[in-house]
Each structure stands twice: as structure tokens, then as C-alpha cells.
């Protein structure tokens, strides 16, 4: 396996390693699989002259967050499944300890340059944590087939490629639209401090608490937030919750009762309940297979 990526520059860090599992590269396109492995909680920038979309295959360690200096000013922003660094900025990021494994594509002009769609700062922020099922799903058929090749797999990864990139430029427009005025649904900075609020450890805050966060009432918060996200509060706060869950089941963390308070649930039991019922396995079977 290779150690050097041809999608960005690896920040220079002492306690990160990073193998490069397979590759597919097109006109215009270089799709990578990525194994990291981090000493311990640091930081690095991650930087090209491409643009590129990164996926987070296994959860990402620790709390990841990350900001864009320039307009930023030290601020960050917790680092979800799916970023997409425009091509030239700096993204800082801090992370913590463990393995990951990612799926990271960089592309060039004949792309989705950033200077044709026009991002604003908060649109910016927002590619921190892309949430496009259609998306996400397009970058793992791609990570497939780098990891199990088949027959004709770079035109297969080609076509899934053109669907990926359309999906991308679909949600930078629409993030993009709301920001320039769209007063019917919440702001990509809004989403961010309600995940912010969301992930804390402890009981969930009040929808009461949300809803001043975002300087609404609760009412109209409500509505705003069905129509940004298209779920109810409840099950995009129990998915957030999950996800969060999966974080910290990573080998080495927390003991599960303890995750279970972090979640915000009142008993491991009602946890290990809610985990097996969204992935399949009980928290303990999950931390296993992640040992494997």
C-alpha cells in the first residue's frame, strides 16, 4: 500500500498514518481509499489544488471538528460522515485518537469548481457536514469497487461519479438559495448549533432551548425544521444520537454504560434497546466487530 495521496497533502503530524488502500483515477477525477491511523488527539490542515468530497467510512475519532481560517477566526464546526473542501482553502482540523477508514475523491476544473457555484461563508460551513443520502451512498458504491474490483469497474466508477457530482452541486444550490433569502427554512449555521446543543453529553436540552438557540419561537421552529430537514425533531435527534453512539463504541472509548449517559438515555438498557433497533447489533456486539 502507498503512503502518499494523490487527492490532497497530508498535514505534517507525528502521530498520523495514512495508507493508501486502492485507487481509481480518471479524467478529471482521483477516487482514493484511505486507512488512517491516529496517535492520540492532534490537528493538521488538509489542503489541494483539487477540490474534494471525503467520506468517513468507519466513524471519524473522537470529536472531530474543523474551520476555515479566513473566515472562520479560530471558530469550528463539528466534522460530519460527508465534508467537501473547495479547491484551495485550508481547513483546519482537530481529531482524536483511533482508526478510520475513508473514501476521498479530488477533482479538478471539469468538476464542480467552487468559483461557479458562488458559496457564501455559512453554504461554506455547511460543506463540514454534507447530510445527501443519495450522496453518501454514491461514494460508498465508488469505495466498493476500489476495494473489489470487477469488470469495467472505472467506467462503473465513472458513471457513479457523474451521479455523485450532480448530487453535490444539488445541495451547495440549495444551501446556497436558502442563504440568499429563502425565510421558509433554518440556516446551515442554525442546523450547526442545534447539532452543537444535540451532541453534548447529557440529557437532550428542550425543544424550548433549541428554539431560542435559533431565535424562533418553538412553533415556528418546528415548522422550519420539518422543512429543512424533511424528518420530525425526534428522529433526527435519535439518528444524531446513533451516530454519536458509533463514535464513541470505537475500541478503546468509553465504557457503554457510560455512552449511554453521554446519549442521553436513562439506563444502558434503554440504549442497548434504541442501538440494535438502527444498526442491527447491540452496542457491545458493534465495539466487537470493530475489534475484528
Do not use: N
Amino acid at each position: 500500500m502507498e503512503s502518499t495521496s494523490h487527492v490532497y497533502d497530508l498535514p505534517a503530524t507525528s502521530g498520523m498514518d495514512c495508507a493508501i488502500r486502492g485507487r481509481i483515477t480518471l479524467p478529471g477525477v482521483v477516487m482514493e481509499l484511505h486507512d488512517y491511523r491516529f496517535d492520540g488527539p492532534q490537528g493538521g490542515v488538509f489542503s489541494s489544488p483539487r477540490s474534494f468530497l471525503d467520506l468517513a467510512l468507519s466513524p471519524r475519532p473522537g470529536r472531530p471538528r474543523g474551520g476555515y481560517a479566513e473566515i472562520d477566526h479560530g471558530a469550528t464546526t463539528a466534522l460530519g460522515p460527508v465534508i467537501f473542501i473547495p479547491a484551495g482553502a485550508r481547513l483546519h482540523t482537530w481529531w482524536g485518537e483511533g482508526r478510520q477508514t475513508s473514501i476521498c475523491c479530488g477533482f479538478d476544473g471539469s468538476g464542480l469548481p467552487a468559483e461557479e457555484i458562488g458559496i457564501c461563508e455559512d453554504t461554506l460551513r455547511a460543506t463540514l457536514d454534507i447530510r445527501c443520502r443519495a450522496l453518501d451512498q454514491a461514494l460508498r458504491r465508488i469505495a466498493e469497487e476500489i476495494a473489489r474490483p470487477g469488470f469495467c469497474s472505472d467506467m462503473l466508477a465513472h458513471a457513479v461519479w457523474m451521479q455523485a457530482t450532480i448530487e453535490l452541486h444539488r445541495y451547495l444550490h440549495q444551501a446556497t438559495s436558502r442563504e440568499a433569502g429563502d425565510a421558509a427554512r433554518l440556516s446551515p449555521m442554525q442546523i450547526a448549533r442545534i447539532d452543537e446543543r444535540v451532541e453534548q453529553p447529557g440529557k437532550l436540552p428542550q425543544v424550548a432551548e433549541l428554539a431560542a438557540e435559533c431565535g424562533l419561537s418553538t412553533r415556528h421552529f418546528f415548522r422550519l425544521f420539518r422543512a429543512t430537514t424533511g424528518q420530525t425533531l425526534t428522529t433526527y435527534v435519535a439518528e444524531r444520537k446513533i451516530a454519536m453512539a458509533r463514535r464513541l463504541l470505537a475500541p478503546g472509548g468509553p465504557a457503554i454504560k457510560v455512552v449511554a449517559w453521554e446519549c442521553g438515555f436513562d439506563s444502558a438498557a434503554a440504549f442497548s434497546a434504541a442501538f440494535r433497533k438502527a444498526s442491527g447489533l447491540t452496542p457491545r456486539q458493534f465495539r466487537q466487530a470493530m475489534l475484528s
